[in-house]
């Protein structure tokens, strides 16, 4: 299966500020989304993006498959944005099981 | 329409002991998949199941296993409880090849 990875890390941020957030994978995809865990452990779907670019909101995301690259850029940042970020990619050529990376935690203070 | 549920959402096992964790798939979706995820790290990936048979499985022990039912379903079962599979388990399910949902997750504590 493929790797993916991750950066930065840890991002803090005070409130308004812009953010842009990287995962990197190791083969080609099919299937690549950007998930925001809450406090209580749930995952909420932000995109499903194989290819191209998305906007939600303040979110968006952009995906160059041909780099096997993803990144969620977040603008204007709330303090209810704070939480752990996490890409995925598929575990197989068919199927919706996913590789994660190991997230992104994000602060985001008054 | 419901989301994916989960159950029970808290557990309190012994070591030694033996668990069973329940999936109910979005209503329509075929394709089933377990991920356990530990303090501070990723979910990773343990079972494929579609349309009842398992199609993938990640790098865990023979002490975890899983099923589907005919009505997409899913169990995963732990035996042989140690106090690292202590976890989040969380259950996704969608169509073959598109976008996955999950569950709320079961929080799994082994003393």
């Known amino acids: 299966g493929i790797q993916v990875e991750q950066s930065p890390p840890d991002l803090i941020l005070q409130e308004g500020a812009n953010s842009t957030l990287r995962c990197n994978f190791s083969d080609s995809v099919n299937n690549l989304q950007w998930f925001h865990q809450n406090p209580w452990g749930q995952l909420i779907n932000l995109f499903y993006?194989?290819?191209g670019t998305k906007q939600n909101g303040r979110l968006s995301a952009t995906t160059v498959a041909t780099e096997r690259y993803s990144l969620l850029y977040i603008s204007s940042s709330q303090t209810t944005d704070s939480g752990v970020y996490f890409c995925a990619g598929p575990a197989y050529a068919a199927g919706t099981a996913l590789i994660f990376g190991k997230g992104t935690t994000l602060s985001v203070s008054s | 329409d419901a989301g994916v549920t989960q159950s029970p959402t808290h557990l309190i096992k012994t070591r030694g002991q033996h668990v069973t964790l329940r999936c109910s798939p979005i209503?329509?979706?075929?394709?089933v998949s377990w991920y356990q995820q530990v303090l501070g790290q990723g979910p990773q990936f343990i079972f494929q199941y579609y349309e009842k048979e398992e199609r993938g499985r990640g790098n865990f022990p023979d002490r975890f296993s899983a099923r589907q039912f005919p009505n997409y379903s899913s169990e995963l079962n732990v035996n042989a409880l140690l106090l690292g599979d202590s976890a989040l388990y969380l259950c996704?399910?969608?169509?073959?090849?598109?976008?996955?949902?999950f569950g709320q997750g079961t929080r799994l504590t082994v003393v």
């Open positions: 993006i194989p290819s």
């Open positions: 209503s329509g979706h075929k394709s």
């Open positions: 996704a399910s969608g169509f073959s090849n598109t976008e996955a949902f």
